[in-house]
């Protein structure tokens, strides 16, 4: 669901968010109705997992996406709210599958799924673009520009002498790979490599992903592990979802006010460290109350940095680039995201006990929120000191009367200068007529 972000993103430059929403819709429904009629594991990898897996891919970015483009000053609320659509159906999936499967076996449960995700094609029609004519004709106008011009410097070099045709070839052949690099930069900005809030981000949330998702894989084994049977273990993680639930909006409205907004990275620091603090302390409920209370905490917590993932990065590089941030940050993030769950396993395995995994996860984002909270307060005071020595050379005169100086000085040796260039220049005019066949 990760991996593919890039491509998702060239996509979503390329033709908007929503025909890229109802596509990836589409991908969902054939993935799941093809695994209905699968034989092996093989096919249902390929079909759930890669093709579905794609789809919901195609699905998650531009959802993100296009917040940013109609809210500005509320954006952290939108975010909350549509962020909560994700634990309101994780409070059903569960019995939902188990009542599919009673009734219709699981050939018919992934029938009706692919059916369910094939409205994923009708909310992709609901996404009404802002812009994409304009934006679509001045694409189109450029690049009919740019093929005009490319032909006069075609029919130009033709006409050259043989003698100046070698440099013209290589000149085309650098403009030419100039021209490749540019288009790519167009969809997928590759420049935000440079941007030092953009790198914060990436770093922590790598290091942050490590941890992130075991603790719900492992939290209902963990209660069967103490002795809790299994629908109350099951129970555990409608009681997290529950919380995330309210969690998610609560966090983008808290997230939206004067006093948060701007400084909301150190809200999304202090969110994983808090989230991490959870984790250590789960070792310690030994009964089925005590992990009742870790699951309220954790849904709290989960909320919160689900909430605002997607808002701090849009806070950093700005709403233009953040197509190409989202993209760029999930290829690198599916990484660890991977690697968390199993890692957390080979702990089980390997001590015989559950604690380890808790407190690994625990250690693992209680660093990358520190990380992120120095890092980011670093940023902030680069940020203010570099707008300051802005305004200061913007208010500053005598700079501004240094540059006329300069530029006036070497006006002046221009003209003085003039009388004793002239037959170079007259020599210069002559090569040229030569080299243009007059």
Same mark, same amino acid.
């Given at each position: 669901?990760?991996? *593919?972000?890039?491509?998702?993103?060239?996509?979503?430059?390329?033709?908007?968010?929503?025909?890229?929403?109802?596509?990836? /819709?589409?991908?969902?429904?054939?993935?799941?109705?093809?695994?209905?009629?699968?034989?092996?594991?093989?096919?249902?990898?390929?079909?759930?997992?890669?093709? #579905?897996?794609?789809?919901?891919?195609?699905?998650?970015?531009?959802?993100?996406?296009?917040?940013?483009?109609?809210?500005?000053?509320?954006?952290?609320?939108?975010?909350?709210? $549509?962020?909560?659509?994700?634990?309101?159906?994780?409070?059903?999936? !569960?019995?939902?599958?188990?009542?599919?499967?009673?009734?219709?076996?699981?050939?018919?449960?992934?029938?009706?799924?692919?059916?369910?995700?094939?409205?994923?094609?009708? !909310?992709? $029609?609901?996404?009404?673009?802002?812009?994409? !004519? #304009?934006?679509?004709?001045?694409?189109?106008?450029?690049?009919?520009?740019?093929?005009?011009?490319?032909?006069?410097?075609?029919?130009?070099?033709?006409?050259?002498?043989?003698? %100046?045709?070698? *440099? %013209?070839?290589?000149?085309?052949?650098? =403009?030419?790979?100039?021209?490749?690099?540019?288009?790519?930069?167009?969809?997928?900005?590759?420049?935000?490599?440079?941007?030092?809030?953009?790198?914060?981000?990436?770093?922590?949330?790598?290091?942050?992903?490590?941890?992130?998702?075991? *603790?719900?894989?492992?939290?209902?084994?963990?209660?069967?592990?103490?002795?809790?049977?299994?629908?109350?273990?099951? &129970?555990?993680?409608?009681?997290?979802?529950?919380?995330?639930?309210?969690?998610?909006?609560?966090?983008?409205?808290?997230?939206?006010?004067?006093?948060?907004?701007?400084?909301?990275?150190?809200?999304?620091?202090?969110?994983?460290?808090?989230?991490? #603090?959870?984790?250590?302390?789960?070792?310690?409920?030994?009964?089925? @109350?005590?992990?009742?209370?870790?699951?309220?905490?954790?849904?709290?917590?989960? /909320?919160?940095?689900?909430?605002?993932?997607?808002?701090?990065?849009?806070?950093?590089?700005? $709403?233009?680039?953040?197509?190409?941030?989202?993209?760029?940050? %999930?290829?690198?993030?599916?990484?660890?995201?991977?690697?968390? *769950?199993?890692?957390?396993?080979?702990?089980?395995? @390997? &001590?015989?006990?559950?604690?380890?995994?808790?407190?690994?996860?625990?250690?693992?984002?209680?660093? !990358?929120?520190?990380?992120?909270?120095?890092?980011?307060?670093?940023?902030?005071?680069?940020?203010?000191?570099?707008?300051?020595?802005?305004? $200061?050379?913007?208010? +500053?005169?005598?700079?501004?009367? %240094?540059?006329? =100086?300069?530029?006036?000085?070497?006006?002046?040796?221009? #003209?003085?200068?003039?009388?004793?260039? =002239?037959?170079?220049?007259? +020599?210069?005019?002559?090569?040229?007529?030569?080299?243009? /066949?007059?």
């Amino acid at each position: 669901t990760l991996s *593919p972000g890039p491509i998702s993103s060239i996509l979503v430059n390329r033709y908007g968010s929503r025909p890229v929403v109802m596509f990836g /819709g589409l991908l969902c429904g054939i993935g799941m109705v093809s695994a209905a009629f699968c034989t092996s594991i093989l096919q249902l990898y390929i079909c759930v997992g890669f093709i #579905t897996g794609f789809g919901l891919a195609l699905n998650l970015q531009p959802s993100v996406i296009i917040i940013g483009k109609y809210f500005l000053k509320r954006r952290p609320i939108a975010n909350g709210l $549509a962020m909560a659509g994700s634990p309101v159906m994780l409070c059903t999936l !569960a019995p939902l599958n188990q009542f599919l499967f009673d009734n219709f076996g699981w050939r018919g449960s992934f029938l009706i799924l692919g059916a369910i995700l094939l409205n994923c094609c009708v !909310a992709g $029609a609901l996404f009404r673009p802002i812009g994409a !004519a #304009t934006a679509s004709g001045k694409t189109q106008a450029t690049e009919e520009g740019k093929a005009a011009l490319k032909e006069e410097v075609t029919k130009d070099a033709m006409e050259m002498s043989s003698a %100046t045709n070698v *440099p %013209t070839e290589t000149k085309t052949e650098e =403009e030419e790979g100039r021209d490749c690099c540019e288009k790519i930069n167009q969809y997928l900005d590759f420049s935000l490599f440079k941007h030092r809030g953009f790198l914060i981000y990436l770093i922590g949330n790598v290091l942050m992903f490590l941890g992130f998702f075991a *603790p719900i894989v492992f939290l209902a084994p963990y209660a069967k592990h103490i002795g809790i049977d299994e629908y109350s273990a099951a &129970f555990l993680l409608s009681i997290l979802a529950i919380v995330d639930m309210i969690a998610r909006p609560t966090t983008g409205i808290i997230a939206n006010s004067k006093w948060v907004r701007p400084r909301i990275q150190y809200f999304f620091s202090f969110s994983i460290a808090f989230n991490g #603090t959870c984790h250590l302390l789960c070792p310690l409920a030994s009964g089925y @109350t005590g992990l009742v209370v870790y699951s309220i905490f954790f849904g709290l917590a989960f /909320g919160m940095v689900c909430a605002m993932l997607f808002e701090t990065l849009m806070d950093l590089v700005g $709403a233009a680039r953040f197509t190409s941030a989202v993209g760029l940050v %999930t290829i690198a993030e599916c990484c660890t995201i991977l690697l968390g *769950p199993p890692i957390g396993g080979t702990l089980i395995d @390997t &001590f015989g006990d559950y604690k380890y995994m808790f407190i690994k996860c625990g250690a693992v984002m209680v660093l !990358a929120g520190t990380f992120l909270f120095i890092m980011n307060y670093y940023n902030y005071r680069m940020l203010a000191k570099e707008e300051k020595e802005r305004k $200061a050379k913007e208010e +500053d005169p005598k700079s501004v009367r %240094t540059e006329n =100086e300069v530029r006036n000085n070497w006006n002046k040796e221009t #003209t003085r200068d003039g009388p004793e260039l =002239e037959p170079l220049r007259e +020599d210069q005019e002559g090569l040229k007529k030569e080299a243009n /066949g007059t």
